[in-house]
């Protein structure tokens, strides 16, 4: 079987050394050898693994145009050229196997819709987990089930961050320097640090578990870069860890969908999730909770998954065999109606009366408090950590609106959910 590849950088070359180390294996399995026939690059100058030597090309066309080339890999990474070729690829009628959560997450319906038009496949297991198996199983092994919500660590560079807060008492800028000269996080680590990374993940994630279109646009998002050491403490304090989880909750007639900082309870099974490993917990009402942990990311589990794909499409050359399925309409929740617990800590000055006025504004929003402890007092202010029980969001910013006006509130330092409070 001929296969191009595009794109040779970290997840390319490991797709190109897993072929090569168990392509014996491989083809014991399907049937069929993988033979890498072309290699598109952008720099021709770039010394390259021996495997595809006189195999690199800078022309898209070489790969496209090629007719022994029935599948081609796509490991580029950004949304274009990478839409445009895929695109292209499908109408042409090649399989396509794809890593990329920003193409799949903006475009995946089309593409989808595109490959079974042309009957060809259009696989993308690792856009979602790395090596975790997470896609297939969606699409197949639970396919009978009517998932109700979908809750995980979806990105290994916050999870990563956060942990080197809670074990080591780091702040935020030491993990995610730390996390930077361990090849765990970018340069520009926007991406992650601000959630949206995870909110790709679960745009793609919700759309097939829920059967109704999602955009990373409709995912109400919040980063870990406002989360400091003294939340960490408060929360260890509460029985509590923070980690970036990605939730997608089905409603009678809507979904709500959202990535922000969390407090799980320290035996709720993600809040063990440390380092780059990632989790995701299903719940079905035929099998109930499910969870799938590994690593997220990286060179070799993200080639697993990827070559798994090829293999996948090899034994299914003759038809399409993941199709789209939304066929359901379901609005998104606005993020305001969606209803939880939430964790604050605001510095006020220390005087009577402050914390009384603060609970009024509360009160006054129809939000009950399950805890208030006055911390640390400093220059003349204190630290109040205060956590609600369940409550509307739009009820807690309306509350949070009045509240910041007090001249005796210097700060509302951090807002943050809780899962499971009652």
């Known amino acids: 079987m001929q296969i191009g590849i595009m794109g040779l950088g970290t997840v390319g070359t490991g797709v190109v050394e897993l072929i090569e180390k168990n392509n014996d294996t491989i083809t014991k399995r399907i049937g069929d050898r993988i033979n890498i026939k072309k290699v598109l690059v952008q720099n021709l100058n770039k010394e390259r693994p021996t495997l595809v030597e006189g195999k690199i090309t800078d022309k898209f066309e070489d790969i496209l145009e090629d007719e022994d080339i029935s599948i081609i890999v796509e490991v580029m990474g950004g949304e274009e050229p990478a839409h445009t070729y895929i695109r292209k690829a499908l109408s042409r009628g090649k399989h396509v196997i794809t890593a990329n959560k920003e193409v ?10 595109l490959s079974a038009e042309k009957n060809v496949n259009l696989l993308f297991e690792a856009s979602v987990g790395g090596g975790i198996p997470i896609i297939r199983p969606m699409k197949q092994c639970l396919s009978a089930n009517e998932i109700t ?3 995980g660590i979806l990105n290994g560079t916050t999870n990563y961050i956060l942990s080197q807060m809670s074990e080591r008492g780091k702040s935020f800028s030491e993990a995610l320097k730390e996390a930077q000269l361990k090849g765990y996080a970018e340069s520009d680590p926007t991406n992650d640090v601000k959630g949206f990374d995870a909110a790709r993940k679960l745009a793609i994630l919700s759309s097939i578990v829920f059967n109704t279109r999602i955009t990373p646009e409709q995912v109400y998002t919040e980063g870990i870069d406002s989360i400091s050491p003294a939340d960490i403490q408060y929360a260890r304090e509460m ?8 939730i997608g909750k089905k409603h009678e007639n809507s979904v709500e969908v959202s990535v922000t900082p969390v407090l799980l309870r320290e035996d709720h099974p993600l809040a063990s999730v440390a380092g780059t490993f990632n989790a995701i917990m299903v ?6 909770p499910v969870m799938f942990y590994g690593l997220g990311a990286g060179k070799m589990p993200t080639a697993s998954a990827v070559v798994a794909d090829i293999m996948e499409a090899i034994k299914h050359k003759n038809g399409s065999k993941i199709h789209c399925t939304c066929y359901n309409h379901l609005n998104v929740m606005d993020a305001g109606a969606a209803t939880t617990s939430f964790y604050l800590r605001l510095r006020v000055l220390d005087r009577p009366g402050v914390l009384s006025k603060i609970a009024g ?19 003349g202010t204190a630290e ?9 969001f739009q009820n807690l910013q309306d509350a949070l609106s009045e509240i910041q006006a007090y001249k005796q509130v210097a700060e509302i330092s951090t807002v943050i959910r809780v899962e499971g409070e009652r």
């Open 104 to 113: 799949i997450s903006k475009h995946g319906k089309e593409l989808l819709e």
């Open 149 to 151: 919500k979908i809750i």
């Open 239 to 246: 029985g509590s860890v923070i980690k970036l989880i990605a």
């Open 283 to 288: 719940e079905g009402d035929a099998v109930g």
């Open 361 to 379: 504004a509360f009160g006054e929003n129809q939000i009950s408090l399950s805890k208030v402890f006055q911390k640390n007092t400093m220059n």
């Open 384 to 392: 109040i950590v205060i956590v609600t029980y369940d409550v509307p």
